[in-house]
Structure formats: C-alpha cells, structure tokens
C-alpha cells in the first residue's frame, strides 16, 4: 500500500533533482528495497511520507555526487590516453626513423630483400622469382639483414616489440 501511494510521487520527486525519469525510478526502487530489507530494524517516529522523501532526497544527491566522481575520472582517463597516444605516436616515428636508417645501411641486395620481405609482404619464393635468385640466398639475405636491424636497435628491441604485438 505504502508503495503504491508513494512511488509514482517520489519518482516525480527524484526526477526533479537528477533529471532522468529512468534513473529516478532506480533510485526510488532502491529506496524502498532498503527500506523494507531494514524494516525489522527501523522505529519511525515521524511519518512515512517524510521518511520516503528525505531517504530519496539523499539517495539522489548521492547519485548527483557519483555522476561528479564517474566524470572527473573519465575526464583523467581520457587525457591519460592521449598523452600515452601521443608518446607512442612519437616512439612509432622513432623507431621507424632507426629502421629506416638501419636498412639504408644495409648492402644493396640485402636491403631490396629484406623490403620486400617486411614492407610488401612477399614470401621467400615470390622475392626469389621477381629477382632470379634462390629461395636458399634469399634466407641468407634475410638472416643478414635481420642481424643488422637486431644490431642497429638492441637499444630500441623492447620498443619494437611492443610495436609489433600491436600491428598483430
């Protein structure tokens, strides 16, 4: 009885502070969950109609308050992830900047193989049927332009993991 009376009124009531009829209704619904979950231990002295709206009264300003602390975090969250955005943007450019150099310093062969191989995606066989070699030479050329980027970025091999796991 004491819900059917005073649902519909206090959802009006919660929906003027938090200005979602949806979310007052919660608010409302939880009132009387704990209301009535507490109801062997509760002595009202005042009325009930008083009790309702104070108990919902406090209910939304606590939910006004969480909404504060849910934007402020994802306000920092936010900024956060930009700023990592950023400092991976400029390791990626980095890093691609000591690849590049690493492959300019490469013998000529080895450089063409190891771009084909890395940059255009081809597999040992195609490189070795574009360039008229065999697939056993382009292994060799591969094992020596992957020892050089190894030896050009040992400082940057954590980096390039990481940058790798990514592109997967």
Same mark, same amino acid.
């Given at each position: 009885?004491? $819900?059917?009376d005073y649902y519909k009124p206090?959802?009006?009531? #919660?929906?003027?502070?938090?200005?979602?009829?949806? @979310?007052?209704?919660?608010?409302? +619904?939880?009132? $009387?969950?704990?209301?009535?979950?507490?109801?062997? +231990? &509760?002595d009202i002295h005042t009325s009930?109609?008083?009790?309702?709206?104070?108990?919902?009264?406090?209910?939304?300003?606590?939910?006004?308050?969480?909404?504060?602390?849910?934007?402020?975090?994802?306000?920092?969250?936010?900024?956060?992830?930009?700023?990592?955005?950023?400092?991976?943007?400029?390791?990626?450019? @980095?890093?691609?900047?000591?690849?590049?150099?690493?492959?300019?310093?490469?013998?000529?062969?080895?450089?063409?193989?190891?771009?084909?191989?890395?940059?255009? &995606?081809?597999?040992?066989? /195609?490189?070795?049927?574009?360039? #008229?070699?065999?697939?056993?030479?382009?292994?060799?050329?591969? #094992?020596?332009?992957?020892?050089?980027?190894?030896?050009?970025?040992?400082d940057y091999l954590p980096l390039?993991?990481? $940058?790798?796991?990514? /592109?997967?």
């Amino acid at each position: 009885m004491v $819900f059917r009376d005073y649902y519909k009124p206090l959802v009006r009531y #919660g929906t003027t502070f938090l200005k979602d009829s949806d @979310e007052a209704e919660d608010v409302v +619904q939880q009132v $009387f969950v704990s209301m009535w979950e507490k109801r062997s +231990q &509760q002595d009202i002295h005042t009325s009930v109609r008083a009790l309702l709206y104070k108990a919902v009264h406090n209910a939304c300003l606590n939910r006004i308050k969480h909404r504060k602390v849910r934007m402020v975090y994802a306000e920092e969250l936010k900024a956060t992830q930009e700023q990592a955005s950023q400092v991976d943007l400029v390791q990626a450019n @980095e890093l691609d900047e000591k690849i590049q150099l690493a492959v300019a310093n490469m013998p000529e062969q080895c450089a063409k193989i190891f771009k084909m191989s890395r940059f255009e &995606q081809l597999r040992y066989q /195609e490189i070795a049927d574009q360039l #008229g070699l065999s697939i056993k030479t382009i292994e060799n050329q591969m #094992g020596k332009a992957l020892r050089i980027i190894r030896e050009e970025l040992k400082d940057y091999l954590p980096l390039l993991i990481l $940058f790798l796991i990514r /592109e997967l």
